[in-house]
Nanobody, 119 residues
Framework: VHLVESGGDLVQPGGSLRLSCRAS????????MAWLRQVEGKGLERVSA???????TYADFAKGRFTISRDNAKNMIFLQMNNLEYKDTAVYHC??????????????RGQGTQVTVSL
């Protein structure tokens, strides 16, 4: 399992970013994918997930502002983030249920991409 994120940047409050994740090493369409984030000094938290059937879930803080999507033909997922706030500053990781570990958990993740919201 190999996941590579991109798209992180410095953005002003109220701005937008689109994160991308390219996956390889597994049959992408067969697995759920997710975005996790880690604020400095805190643990990982799930931002959003997208499942094999295209259904999606969002953390409360992401609802109405973030949109997750997947492109099975390109083995990629995306996270469109709008109306960004200071508290969205974090390292964002792409994750998948593929790989070794408890079934159904997002047990494999990439190195992450830094999102910084600041003036």
């Amino acid at each position: 399992v190999h996941l590579v994120e991109s798209g992180g940047d410095l953005v002003q409050p109220g701005g937008s970013l689109r994160l991308s994740c390219r996956a390889s090493g597994f049959t992408f369409e067969n697995y759920a994918m997710a975005w996790l984030r880690q604020v400095e000094g805190k643990g990982l938290e799930r931002v959003s997930a997208i499942y094999r059937d295209g259904s999606t879930t969002y953390a409360d803080f992401a609802k109405g502002r973030f949109t997750i999507s997947r492109d099975n033909a390109k083995n990629m997922i995306f996270l469109q983030m709008n109306n960004l706030e200071y508290k969205d500053t974090a390292v964002y990781h792409c994750a998948t249920t593929a790989g070794v570990g408890p079934a159904g958990t997002f047990r494999s993740r990439g190195q992450g991409t830094q999102v910084t919201v600041s003036l």
